[in-house]
């Protein structure tokens, strides 16, 4: 079996948590809906009538991992062109004067953001047709279709590919031991309450098991989404955060899983809300 396997490198970058304003936290890796809008901009897709993108909700899974550096925080100021908030702020609709210096338009508030630095991603792409898998490598590695730069997160989180590649994997589980290798990060799905996005070919009997006793914070990430009357309605995985640490034993022998190297894949079976793939 193919995989994609991407090797990406962020000199800053965040990942919104979506819920955070005044202070805008970021995840430590990108969600699965981040990553799906970095392949639907390198294949040119611009909506949800696009056939390839109706492609891609019949085949995705998705497994991430990354590290960084370290954390900033940010102060920037938010702006709006909301008519009462610029008349509130210069006192009339016609004025935007303040010190003697002209200011922009509308209204402003001042907002922290959580920036990651020295980001290093590993995303594996797997996709139930091998030639359409075969054309999402090709627009990674030549993205003339592209809508916009390329970038990860916020529109100035640019990206550089380490690699790009085509893996071949085998399906045999390996023995689990120690610690998530060059990488601290990675999401693994509710085995109850997100049932539906295994992709059972990469996890064990005993799964259920294993999540419960690892540890991490438990979160509900943004998927695929549909347009409800010109509002993103976002389809929500269930997940935990693995957060470096040792993985746990089974009465003392190590749990199994599909590996990359030293790298356990936990895929996520993100198509059409996990129904195919």
């Known amino acids: ?8 490198y962020q000199p800053s970058a965040h990942y919104r948590i979506p819920f955070t304003s005044a202070r ?4 430590p890796i990108p969600p699965y809906s981040t990553v799906i809008g ?10 949800q009538e696009n056939e390839n993108f109706k492609k891609l909700k019949k085949g995705l899974s998705l497994a991430i991992y990354g590290k960084y550096k370290f954390l900033n925080r ?7 062109l909301n008519e009462k908030d610029h008349e509130r702020r210069f006192g ?16 402003q508030i001042p907002v922290r953001v959580d920036v990651l630095e020295e980001v290093k991603l590993l995303i594996y792409i797997k996709y139930n047709d091998e030639k359409f898998l075969q054309e999402i490598k090709d627009a990674f590695e030549n993205p003339r279709k592209r809508n916009s730069p390329i970038h990860l997160g916020r529109a100035e989180d640019w990206v550089i590919f380490e690699e790009i590649n085509m893996i071949e994997l085998n399906r045999e589980k390996t023995p689990l ?3 998530l290798k060059d990488y601290d990060f990675t999401w693994l799905v509710d085995p ?3 049932k539906k996005f295994l992709d059972n070919g990469f996890y064990p009997g005993d799964y259920k098991y294993f999540f419960n006793k690892i540890q991490g914070s438990y979160h509900l990430i943004t998927s695929f989404y549909e347009v409800v009357e010109g509002i993103r309605n976002f389809e929500h995985v269930p997940v935990k955060l693995f957060e470096g ?3 746990p034993l089974h009465f003392g022998k190590p749990f199994e899983f599909v590996m990359d190297g030293h790298i356990p894949l936990f895929f996520a079976k993100l198509s059409e809300g996990g129904k195919n793939g």
Not at 24 to 27: D, G, K, L, Q, V
Not at 39 to 47: A, F, K
Not at 74 to 80: A, F, K, Q, S
Not at 96 to 102: E, T
Request: charge should be positive; aromatic fraction near 10%.
């Open 74 to 80: 940010e102060y920037i100021w938010l702006r709006n």
């Open 92 to 107: 009339c609709s016609d004025r935007r004067i303040i010190d003697q210096l002209p200011e922009h338009p509308g209204g």
């Open 245 to 247: 640490g040792s993985f």
């Open 177 to 179: 031991y120690g610690r």
């Open 38 to 47: 970095l392949i639907c901009n390198v294949l040119g897709i611009e909506n």
């Open 24 to 27: 805008r936290h970021t995840y």
């Open 192 to 194: 109850e309450r997100g």
């Open 1 to 8: 079996m193919k995989v994609l396997r991407l090797k990406i």
